[in-house]
C-alpha cells in the first residue's frame, strides 16, 4: 500500500513543459473556433512576435502572452526532436 502522507516532487521543467503544451492547446482551439488556421497564426506570433496573429477569442491573446516565445519555440523543438527518436 501506498504511503499517502509521502512527499511528491515535482519538477518545475515538467511542471513549466506542461504549462506551455496547455497554452498552446487552449490558443488553438480559440483559433480553430474562429476558423483560423492555427498553425498559420501561431507560426506568424513566434516568428514576428506580433500578438495581432492571436485572436483575442477566449482571452487566447493574453493567454499566448504569459508564457515567453522562446519557451514556447523550445519547447516545441524539443517535443519534435523527442517524437523523432522515437
Known amino acids: 500500500m501506498k504511503d499517502i502522507t509521502e512527499t511528491m516532487a515535482f519538477k518545475s521543467e515538467d511542471l513549466k513543459r ?12 480559440a483559433l480553430d473556433e474562429r476558423g483560423y488556421n492555427s498553425v498559420n497564426q501561431l ?31 523550445e519547447e516545441l523543438v524539443r517535443s519534435y526532436l523527442e517524437d523523432e527518436e522515437k
Open 18 to 29: 506542461d504549462n506551455i503544451k496547455h497554452v498552446l492547446r487552449v490558443v488553438k482551439e
Open 43 to 73: 507560426a506568424g506570433y513566434l516568428i514576428s512576435n506580433d500578438p495581432a496573429y492571436i485572436s483575442s477569442h477566449n482571452n487566447a491573446r493574453i493567454i499566448i502572452q504569459s508564457v515567453e516565445r522562446y519557451e514556447i519555440i
